[in-house]
């Protein structure tokens, strides 16, 4: 979630249950530290959510700046807590939103894994020996208030053993494939349904850029448009349940692995910029998918525009902008040219949310991914953002489409070369010779050290 996101976070005074709202307390004291283990838990059983301090329990009214020292809300003050009273320990994370110029703490909570997270401990022990905030051995939910209270309902331990058992099934699966199976090609029709979903989600991306009044340094017909597919056994799709909740349950792992500040697929919180349910046609049938924001009521134009869409069907596209072209560190004299990290950022950032949903969704033996990169005549390819050339060629084409299929088996224990498999034929384009090709050069470790520079919401799946 970007940091604007956040901020509404704090000035919405939402009642969703995916959100714990919190005063300015001492992370310090016994009993508040059991109580915030115990918000944690819930939210992290809860598929995920958020922890914001600050903010008035009764009211929901921002408080303004503390007179707590701001130390008490740092990440380690947070993980010492998670440590001390859960299992599994959720990989959370601390941020700081801006509203009315007070940095405000969020606590990201990621979703449960295969395992529901539970208590380890009892909180401090009231005037009758009885725990306070939090009681060893339970599992705590979201419920109406919201608050976070022990499971009871039916319905709740079905929503949780289900996510549960989606990644443990998906675990025991890849190995099950790896051993017994060799995976035959995905269906054509398959194929042709990620095509359609590409070609229908770059048109209409196309199509709201050249109704919005865009700065001279924006090229309007060029951008990638890329996505994947989930692969049954069989080679049809793996049809895909609730997207919109899965989608959000994948944002939150996201911010581990592909996350600069924004991140492919992000569903935003704002009611006009959140994801919508629509319908729309793909060779002649009706398909339902979860739409990302349209450009038009983004209010401020980034870098570089995206436009999304994720299908029921199975299937997942992104059309984006080129940052290159509009960097602030460009230099127009240059030739135009795509930069090696940002390549390298995009098709990880689609990789990553194709291997979290899979991980999440049962059945899936093979991940198709289609790449469609436009307005490509005559670009050169850089380390950096002038003039620093990785390669000696230009493209000659405009246009680059091409289709990959990764065995599931592969991206989820080999990511690294699953990851390389599907950026070389890019880099290919660019190479007219040389000492050493792009395939020599990308390594493990060059792509690590590219990822640094996106900070440390990035970074390969073997990490």
């Given at each position: 979630?970007?940091?604007s996101?956040?901020s509404?976070l704090v ?9 714990e ?8 004291d016994?009993t ?5 283990a ?5 939210l992290?059983n ?8 600050g903010?008035?329990d ?15 809300f740092?990440?380690d003050?947070?993980?010492?807590i ?14 700081e ?6 940095r405000y703490?969020?606590v ?5 894994g295969s ?7 009892d ?11 939090i009681?060893?051995?339970?599992v705590y ?9 022990p499971?009871?309902?039916?319905d709740?331990?079905?929503a949780?053993f ?26 054509p029709s398959?194929?042709?349904?990620l095509t359609?979903a590409?070609?229908?989600?770059a ?7 050249y109704e ?7 090229v309007k017909?060029?951008y990638?448009a ?10 049809g799709l793996v049809?895909?349940?609730e997207?919109?909740?899965l989608?959000q ?11 600069n500040?924004?991140a ?7 009611p ?11 060779l ?15 209010g401020t ?9 994720i ?26 040219f795509?930069?090696?990290k ?21 059945g ?15 670009r050169?390819?850089?380390w ?12 000659v084409?405009?246009r680059?489409a091409k ?6 088996a592969?991206?989820r224990?080999?990511?690294f ?11 290919a ?15 493990r470790t ?9 900070g440390?919401g ?5 990490d």
């Amino acid at each position: 979630m970007a940091e604007s996101e956040l901020s509404e976070l704090v000035a919405s005074r939402s009642e969703d249950l995916s959100i714990e709202y919190k005063a300015w307390l001492a992370t310090s004291d016994p009993t508040a530290r059991a109580k915030l283990a115990r918000h944690i838990a819930a939210l992290c059983n809860h598929g995920g959510g958020y922890l914001v301090f600050g903010i008035d329990d009764g009211t929901r009214a921002p408080m303004g700046e503390p007179t707590l020292d701001r130390g008490l809300f740092t990440q380690d003050e947070i993980a010492g807590i998670v440590r001390r009273y859960l299992d599994p320990r959720p990989a959370i994370r601390v941020e700081e939103a801006e509203h009315e110029g007070v940095r405000y703490p969020v606590v990201i909570v990621p979703s449960h894994g295969s395992r529901p997270v539970f208590a380890i401990g009892d909180g401090p022990q009231d005037g009758g020996g009885r725990p306070i905030g939090i009681r060893k051995g339970v599992v705590y939910v979201r419920a109406a208030g919201p608050e976070s209270v022990p499971i009871s309902s039916p319905d709740d331990w079905n929503a949780l053993f289900d996510r549960c058992l989606a990644n443990r099934a998906d675990h025991l699966g890849a190995i099950l494939r790896t051993a017994l199976a060799r995976p035959g090609r995905p269906l054509p029709s398959a194929g042709a349904t990620l095509t359609a979903a590409v070609d229908a989600t770059a048109d209409d991306f196309e199509s709201q850029i050249y109704e919005l009044s865009l700065p001279t340094q924006y090229v309007k017909n060029a951008y990638s448009a890329i996505g994947y597919s989930l692969i049954r056994e069989d080679g049809g799709l793996v049809e895909l349940h609730e997207i919109r909740s899965l989608n959000q349950r994948v944002a939150m792992s996201m911010r581990e692995f592909a996350y600069n500040g924004w991140a492919t697929f992000l569903p935003l919180t704002l009611p006009e910029r959140a994801p919508q349910i629509r319908t729309g046609s793909l060779l002649g049938e009706d398909r339902v998918y979860l739409e990302g924001i349209r450009l038009s009521k983004m209010g401020t134009l980034p870098g570089a525009l995206d436009y999304w869409r994720i299908y029921e069907a199975g299937v997942a596209a992104i059309a984006q902008g080129y940052r290159e072209d509009s960097h602030p560190d460009r230099r127009p004299s240059n030739p135009p040219f795509l930069n090696v990290k940002l390549i390298l950022w995009r098709l990880h950032s689609l990789l990553a949310h194709a291997r979290l949903v899979g991980q999440e969704t049962p059945g899936v033996q093979q991940i198709s991914v289609r790449m469609d990169w436009r307005g490509l005549a005559g670009r050169m390819l850089t380390w950096d953002f002038r003039d620093w050339y990785a390669a000696n060629g230009t493209v000659v084409d405009n246009r680059f489409a091409k289709t990959i299929v990764l065995d599931w088996a592969d991206l989820r224990h080999s990511y690294f070369q699953a990851l390389r498999r599907v950026v070389l034929p890019v880099f290919a384009l660019f190479e007219s010779g040389g000492e050493r090709s792009m395939s020599e050069l990308l390594t493990r470790t060059a792509v690590k050290s590219a990822f640094e520079e996106f900070g440390k919401g990035a970074r390969l799946f073997e990490d």
